[in-house]
């Protein structure tokens, strides 16, 4: 029975999107049950209302990018964040991401394939679809939730070039607990700012991003866990697969030292109960 739900959702989000490719503009009424308010941000507190009703989508989306771009003053552009930490981030999350339209409907199949056999149902979200949760919707687990989801990665995909997609994806998502953008994350994690990040270094902050909270506990133990060395690896080898790094540079970063910022820093964990959502 819960197989011939996700298949019917899967049927129902391809004719969304058959749908949305001949929509200019997607009704932001017909879609705007579930979205989040944003009132709070990381150090940042916004109006409660916004100054004019916003009808259309694409108003919509630019007042979104707006809000991500005010997060506590740490918004880096892409140019800004080394190559090396953007691709092994892209490859661990999306290793699909500049050739689907921000749908990996081959990943779903593979998902959908495994959980017939038995295996538990796992996660085939892209970047694009995380940056659409992550901006426009709540985090509730419902199939009409991740129908929104499919339609506004695809209305994402098709606005936005793929490089604008990731700069915002890379500065809004969550790299531990209350660490949000990648700015904030490289500075406490290796007390560096993002352009300055070495391969090994974005593969560490890429291992963190299926759990952040949870895989963060290597930093706040000064060492990688076997899993997050061997994660680190992997991603490491994708790129290096992928042709985002040479195979000098491939080996050069296996064997260079991770060495995580010293000073000492508050622990987000004990610092706050609570992870504000973007």
């Known amino acids: 029975m819960q197989f011939l739900r996700i ?5 129902l989000c391809l004719l969304l999107s058959g749908i949305l490719a001949f929509l200019p503009i997607v009704s932001i009424e017909k879609l705007r049950s579930g979205y989040v308010k944003i009132d709070l941000i990381p150090g940042k507190v916004l109006p409660q209302k916004p100054t004019r009703k916003i009808k259309s989508t694409p108003e919509l989306l630019a007042r979104k990018v707006s809000i991500v771009k005010k997060l506590h003053g740490d918004y880096v552009p892409l ?4 190559f090396e930490t953007v691709h092994a981030i892209v490859v661990s ?7 689907h339209n921000g749908i990996d409907f081959e990943q779903l199949e593979d998902a959908l394939n495994d959980y017939r056999r038995g295996r538990p149902l796992r996660g085939a979200s892209t970047i694009t679809q995380q940056l659409a949760k992550n901006i426009f919707l709540t985090n509730e687990r419902s199939m009409w939730r991740k129908v929104r989801e499919f339609i506004m990665a695809l209305y994402l995909d098709a606005r936005l070039p793929k490089a604008k997609i990731v700069e915002l994806y890379l500065n809004a998502i969550e790299f531990g607990p209350n660490i949000y953008g990648i700015k904030k994350a490289s500075q406490y994690y290796f007390g560096k700012l993002p352009k300055n990040l070495n391969a090994k270094e974005g593969a560490f902050l890429g291992m963190l991003l299926p759990s952040p909270v949870r895989y963060s506990s290597s930093f706040r133990h000064r060492y990688l866990s076997p899993y997050a060395r061997s994660t ?3 991603i490491l080898f994708k790129m290096k697969l992928t042709g985002f790094l040479s195979g000098q540079k491939y080996f050069e970063a296996l064997s260079a030292p991770l060495s ?10 004990s610092a706050s109960d609570t992870v504000p959502q973007i």
């Open 7 to 11: 298949f019917l959702f899967l049927g």
């Open 232 to 234: 680190v690896n992997q």
């Open 260 to 269: 995580f910022e010293t000073a000492p820093v508050t622990d987000p964990i």
């Open 93 to 99: 999350e999306d290793a699909k991401f500049y050739i």
């Open 79 to 82: 140019q800004e964040i080394s």
